[in-house]
T-cell receptor
C-alpha cells in the first residue's frame, strides 16, 4: 500500500544553518504531496504542497520538489530561525477512498 | 472562519468512563478523520469517513467508535476508557483526493488532550 518514510529526528541546528528533512514515498500513480508543520501545543497546518512531478512547493522560505524518479519530496530551507522549531510531517494524498498517509514526523529544534 | 473545531480541548477521565469528542467543520468537506498522536509515534489514524453516514477503520480503531450523522460533524466515542488511550486526539477534514481542481490538503483542529487515570 501507499506509505511515506521520513528521516527520524530529532534534528538540532544552529540559527542560520541549512535544513534538509528527507521524505520518500511509495504509491501507485502520482499523488499530491504535502509538508505539514506542527508548532508546540498546536494542530498541524499545511506548510507547502506539490500536485505533480517536478512541481516545487514553497512557503516561508521552505521548499520541496516532487521528484518522480527518486520518489522523494525532501524539505529544505537555506537559513533556519529559532521560530522554525516544530515537528514536520511529510504526507501523500490518498487515492480512491483511502485517506492521507503521513510520515512519523521529524522534530526540529533550532538554537540561537 | 472557524475551519475545524474540536471540543473539548482537555479532559481527564477515570478508567472505565465513557466520553465523546466532537469535531465540527464548516468547509463542506466530504472526508473527515480522527488521529491520535503519541510521543515518538507520529500520527495514527483511528477512524475516518468519506461522507455523511459512512465510517471506516483506520490503523488503530480498537476501543473507539465513530459516527457521521451530519456532514459537518464527526464524533469519536470511547465507551470504556483505558490508560492506553491517554493521548492527544486530532480531527481533520478534506475534500476527496480525486477532486484535483480543489485543494485536497487536510485541515486540522487544535487537538484534544485526554488523560485517562
Amino acid at each position: 500500500g501507499n506509505s511515506v518514510t521520513q528521516m527520524e529526528g530529532p534534528v538540532t541546528l544552529s540559527e542560520e544553518a541549512f535544513l534538509t528533512i528527507n521524505c520518500t514515498y511509495t504509491a501507485t500513480g502520482y499523488p499530491s504531496l504535502f509538508w505539514y508543520v506542527q508548532y508546540p501545543g498546536e494542530g498541524l497546518q499545511l506548510l507547502l504542497k506539490a500536485t505533480k512531478a517536478d512541481d516545487k512547493g514553497s512557503n516561508k522560505g521552505f521548499e520541496a520538489t516532487y521528484r518522480k524518479e527518486t520518489t522523494s519530496f525532501h524539505l529544505e530551507k537555506g537559513s533556519v530561525q529559532v521560530s522554525d522549531s516544530a515537528v514536520y510531517f511529510c504526507a501523500q494524498e490518498g487515492s480512491g477512498n483511502t485517506p492521507l498517509v503521513f510520515g512519523k514526523g521529524t522534530r526540529l529544534s533550532v538554537i540561537a | 472562519n472557524a475551519g475545524v473545531t474540536q471540543t473539548p480541548k482537555f479532559r481527564v477521565l477515570k478508567t472505565g468512563q465513557s466520553m465523546t469528542l466532537l469535531c465540527a467543520q464548516d468547509m463542506n468537506h466530504e472526508y473527515m478523520y480522527w488521529y491520535r498522536q503519541d510521543p515518538g509515534m507520529g500520527l495514527r489514524l483511528i477512524h475516518y469517513s468519506v461522507g455523511e453516514g459512512t465510517t471506516a477503520k483506520g490503523e488503530v480503531p480498537d476501543g473507539y467508535n465513530v459516527s457521521r450523522l451530519k456532514k459537518q460533524n464527526f464524533l469519536l466515542g470511547l465507551e470504556s476508557a483505558a490508560p492506553s488511550q491517554t493521548s492527544v486526539y486530532f480531527c481533520a477534514s478534506s475534500y476527496p483526493p480525486v477532486w484535483r481542481a480543489l485543494n485536497t490538503e487536510a485541515f486540522f483542529g487544535q487537538g484534544t488532550r485526554l488523560t485517562v487515570v
